[in-house]
């Protein structure tokens, strides 16, 4: 259970740094200030180092290590236009992604008891701050060049490509074993909870500073809030 999830993490950071390079060849050619596209080519670096850690976690347990993601995902629409469809990825990596899983290295930073672990953790956190941030300050750029209100109906779509496939679904009974927090997973109970609070505390709260409506994302939250709800009851 433990090494799936590093052997699954090893496979989000490699193709979070895809992404990330590809980010800043379009933030490039989209004129964006150097500062911006050097952040995400900086991204894109941590996020090997990243895969790095995964791959000497699993190898500490004498896993085999997946072979890296090779394919650069996208998952806007085509009909977008480019700067468009630029602003929706960089929305959907930076302020939705990196925002939650920063919220996910927290908690388990909070938990953590292994030096080593520890280590890590940190650097992983500090990094997805950066990460986060990168986007918040695109759309401060983007704001005046583009209108940002095409974003609203897209966030509910980009929040539920963030928690990956299952986790607002059953799972078996040891996902919820607290005792996976001191090895670097957080609990899928908690991960629901954390998922919901970072977005209603983080995530919406960005996006109405620049007037884009979360009345769509709002009402995904709810439905999740209450499946959760069943799920637990
Ligand atoms: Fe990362
Ligand atoms: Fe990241």
Known sequence: MIAQVWAVRHGVETGASLRFAALSQGMRAAGAPATLVELATRASA?????????????????????????????????D?????????????????????????????????SDAHLKIVLQELARDEVQHARLGWAYLAWAKDRLDLSFLSGFL???AAAATGDDLFQH???????????SAGVVPKRDRRRIYLETLHSVVIPGFEEFRIDTGPLRRWAEDRRRVVDALES
């Open 80 to 112: 977008l236009s480019a700067e468009q469809r630029l602003t929706y990825e960089v929305v959907a990596q930076s302020c939705i992604s990196e925002t939650e899983s920063m919220a996910t290295l927290v908690t388990l930073l909070d938990a953590a």
């Open 46 to 78: 941590d996020e090997i180092r990243h895969a790095a850690h995964c791959a000497d976690i699993l190898r500490s347990r004498r896993r085999d290590v997946p072979p890296p993601e090779t394919r650069l995902l996208f998952f806007g629409p085509r």
């Open 171 to 181: 799972g078996p009974p040891e996902a919820d074993d607290p005792a996976l927090l």
């Open 156 to 158: 509910p779509a980009m």
